[in-house]
């Protein structure tokens, strides 16, 4: 399946989306006694974006780092949701917390220089940048630390 505006095939985390959408869906035509063939097709859509789910394209930002955001960041990393306490005492060695005037155990952003990655969690959601060069990192450390500054650290 392709995204009809680009032609570019979706990615997984826009399936994932769009799966949960027509999960919401399907759940309200039922509880809101709608007809029968509505509901199946909610039911339909739902369960043909998630089989597309694994051949759906990784997504890239727009510095060319792949970016894989909740469930695929969790798997990309070996762990399970909780919250940025959690991630803060169980990411593997090498990882370093980037402290912002933001972080709590609702927000927390972390750096792996030698493997050239960089993860944040914010509310529940995750997000892990995995560059695959040094310069593609730096530039992405760099938009990402000017990202987190007080606006008075910025002049």
């Not at 309200?28 to 509901?39: G, L």
């Not at 510095?63 to 955001?69: A, E, H, K, M």
């Not at 990882?95 to 952003?109: I, M, N």
């Amino acid at each position: 399946m392709t995204n009809t505006l680009t032609e570019t095939p979706f990615t997984k985390w826009e399936l994932r989306r769009k799966a949960g959408e027509a999960y919401g869906k399907w759940y309200w035509a039922r509880a809101q006694e709608r007809p029968q063939a509505e509901i199946v097709q909610h039911i339909l859509n739902y369960r043909r974006y998630r089989a597309q789910i694994s051949t759906g394209a990784d997504e890239t930002n727009e510095n060319g780092n792949t970016v894989f955001r909740d469930i695929d960041a969790d798997q990309q990393l070996g762990l399970r949701r909780r919250n940025a306490n959690f991630y803060d005492a169980h990411l593997p060695a090498g990882w370093e917390p980037h402290p912002t005037w933001q972080d709590a155990d609702y927000f927390g952003v972390w750096v792996h220089r030698e493997n050239r990655m960089i993860f944040t969690y914010a509310e529940g959601d995750r997000t892990l940048v995995i560059c695959p060069t040094e310069p593609q990192f730096q530039l992405e450390y760099d938009e990402m630390r000017a990202f987190y500054q007080r606006a008075e650290e910025r002049s």
